[in-house]
């Protein structure tokens, strides 16, 4: 349960009323063998108590939410295959659900550790956070009162990324 004063919101002049808001977080994991580790988060937020934000829940967040994975270890380092994913986005026609696969792994080679991530390992094509927002569509048009058109501002998600990382302890 979540109770806010106020929250910030995209409008460019004005900002949310106070919000109530109840969801719900579930976290596992489980040591299935001594080589062997699984785990798992989904989170569910739905419409605010009182409808203050927006009737069909928080204007552009997802209603679910969830990552998980499996990771062998031992000696010789880890391997984790990770998938991490969310649901429609309420008024959102451009960002439909996602999951993503990530792979990392990772080596102790004495006091050093390096570790490869490659996130986005399909390739997928996604949108980042969206915003909506008053659009000018033409030079008169500086509102939704004259003119202006509501629009859903997005930037392309990060493409297949792979970062090798090491660190070194002394």
């Known amino acids: 349960y979540v109770q806010r004063a106020s929250e910030q919101a995209w409008t460019g002049a004005t900002s949310a009323p106070p919000a109530r808001r109840l969801g719900l977080d579930l976290v596992g994991s489980l040591d299935a063998a001594s080589w ?41 380092g880890f391997i984790a295959l990770r998938a991490r994913g969310f649901a429609d986005r309420p008024s959102s026609e451009a960002a439909d659900r996602d999951v993503f696969v990530d ?31 008053p659009t000018r569509v033409s030079f008169l048009a500086n509102d939704v009162s004259r003119g202006g058109v509501d629009a859903i501002e997005d930037a392309d998600g990060a493409p297949l990324t792979a970062t090798l990382t090491a660190a070194y302890a002394w």
């Open 36 to 76: 062997l580790a699984l785990d798992a988060n989904v989170t569910w937020s739905p419409t605010p108590l009182d409808g203050t934000i927006m009737i069909d829940g928080l204007a552009l967040a997802p209603r679910w939410m969830g990552t998980g994975g499996a990771t062998v270890h031992g000696d010789a």
């Open 103 to 133: 792979v990392i792994a990772g080596k102790q080679l004495g006091a050093v550790e390096v570790v490869l991530a490659i996130t986005n390992a399909s390739d997928r094509a996604w949108t980042e956070p969206e915003i909506a927002t």
